[in-house]
């Protein structure tokens, strides 16, 4: 049975900084590629950064590039977002997410983590 698990979300002060965790399960890590979302209230969720299986390439939304960064450590089977210069409007649910790298293609969510900024 596939787990996705969040943690590490919180309340910080602009400018801050926070690192996510996600601790998956019940699949073969390595092969997966790894995705961070967030949703915040009144809005819909958005893609934040992506990482390959394997090479480890990393994508970010331009609103977080420079910002934030995804990594993976594939003996612990565990996704990370460091998230720096935090700013406000970065205030969200932040959830895992991964998809069968084969068809069908099944996705999996993890049941998020939420991240405030504010002062």
């Known amino acids: 049975q596939v787990q996705l698990v969040e943690s590490g979300g919180g309340l910080v002060q602009p400018g801050g900084s926070l690192n996510v965790s996600c601790a998956a399960s019940?699949?073969?890590?390595?092969?997966?590629?790894m995705k961070w979302y967030r949703q915040a209230p009144g809005k819909e969720r958005e893609l934040v950064a992506a990482?390959?299986?394997?090479?480890?390439?990393?994508n970010y939304a331009d609103s977080v590039k420079d910002r934030f960064t995804i990594s993976r450590d594939d003996a612990k089977n565990t996704v990370y977002l460091q998230m720096n210069s935090l700013k406000p409007e970065d205030t969200a649910v932040y959830y895992c997410?991964?998809?069968?790298?084969?068809?069908?293609?099944?996705?999996?969510w993890g049941q998020g983590t939420q991240v405030t900024v504010s002062s």
């Open positions: 019940g699949f073969t890590f390595r092969r997966y590629a």
């Open positions: 997410n991964t998809k069968q790298p084969w068809w069908p293609g099944q996705e999996y």
């Open positions: 990482i390959t299986s394997a090479s480890g390439s990393t």
